[in-house]
């Protein structure tokens, strides 16, 4: 029998009703008690790493998630984390950078209704997390949420309210749950034959910035004077970014020119950004903006904080950033 560990860090999963509105109160153990069909599905261990409403979990908490996964896979067979919806795409694209070499899954999943109401979506979130870790098959990471599993970098809450609350974006799901059994849409990739390996080292200092209509040119001379070592725009389209009145190239060009990194990435859910397209894609790309391609948001902003943690060589930055890792990248 597989032994999973499950890690427990707070979310709607675990909350209760207090006078200051909903709030992280339940512990693992007591969540599983109330799924009687986990019993004899693996064995399974407990360790509370946190008890945060996933609004404030950081980069710093991040890295003690990553340090908790990695010593717990020394011993199981896979890791479960229950997490709060808002930011678990942002953990989830954070973790596959941060452990390397993954051969065993590490599935991250919360629910939209506490496990404590009577209509929850925790219970079943929950199992179908621990049917996809004990399933042998997958190695990596993934979130595990409304039956259907999805890469760790390619995840988007996308309902604030709704029971299917994410969507895998630009990538088919990896498969799903039904009627107990998992269901994989592709050969899951081969376990790595590597060492696992940690690298928590984040620079959280990197700026996430959606353009708007009049945005000022000013606000984005303003970033260094902040402290932040790089920034990601949330384009328009394809990645336009205004290059006429209120021009926002020449204080990107500054930015670059001080060695901050400026990442462009799409508003837009489906497809990415192509700056070949349109002029203001082209011009941008000409400033030497760095090119999203088709990762998520979430994904590019954790890559370019882990990328700072590890250089902070420009050319270097450029060569990471553009690296396909663990499948953040599209599937041509």
């Keep these: 029998m597989k032994k999973v560990l499950l890690l427990s860090t707070g979310g709607t999963i675990a909350s209760s009703p207090t006078e200051n509105g909903l709030s992280p109160q339940i512990d693992g ?29 950081q980069p710093e908490e ?28 942002y953990t989830a694209a954070a973790l596959s950078f941060m452990l390397q070499n993954l051969n065993k899954p590490v599935i ?4 939209q209704i506490p496990i404590g109401e009577p209509n929850t979506d925790g219970k079943r979130n929950i199992l179908d997390a621990f049917r996809a870790a004990a ?54 990739a081969l376990p ?39 920034v990601v725009l949330e384009a328009f389209g394809l990645g336009g970014i205004p290059n006429t009145r209120r021009n926002l190239l020449p204080p990107i060009k500054a930015l670059i020119k001080r060695e901050i990194p400026v990442a462009v990435t799409t508003q837009c859910i489906h497809d990415g950004c192509d700056l070949t397209v349109y002029d203001v894609g082209v011009e941008a790309s000409k400033a030497g903006v760095l090119s999203a391609g088709t990762m998520t948001t979430e994904a590019a902003f954790a890559k ?23 499948g953040e990248f599209a599937e041509n």
């Excluded at 991250?108 to 629910?111: A, N, Q």
């Excluded at 904080?305 to 396909?324: A, H, R």
């Design 135 to 188: 399933d042998g098959r997958l190695a990596g990471v993934y979130l595990v949420f409304d039956g259907i599993i999805i890469h760790g970098c390619h995840a988007r809450k996308t309902s604030s309210l709704g029971l299917h609350a994410f969507e895998s974006i630009n990538r088919e799901p990896e498969g799903a749950i039904k009627d107990g059994k998992v269901i994989l849409n592709r050969e899951p």
């Design 108 to 111: 991250l999943t919360g629910s």
């Design 304 to 326: 370019l904080m882990w990328i700072l943690g590890q250089t902070t060589d420009l050319n270097k930055i450029k060569e990471l950033f553009n690296q396909d890792f663990f």
């Design 29 to 57: 153990a007591s969540m599983v008690r109330l799924i009687p069909e986990l019993n004899g599905l693996c064995e399974i261990h407990y360790k509370e790493l946190l008890s945060l409403d996933s609004t404030n979990i």
């Design 192 to 230: 790595s034959r590597k060492s696992l390996t940690l690298n928590d080292n984040f620079n959280p200092n990197v700026l996430l910035l959606k353009l708007v209509p009049g945005m000022k040119p000013e606000l984005l001379e303003a970033i260094p004077q902040l402290g932040y070592r790089a």
């Design 62 to 89: 991040w890295a003690s998630i990553a340090q908790a996964v990695f010593a717990g896979l020394s011993i199981f067979d896979g890791v479960v984390i229950t997490h709060g919806t808002d930011t678990m795409a």
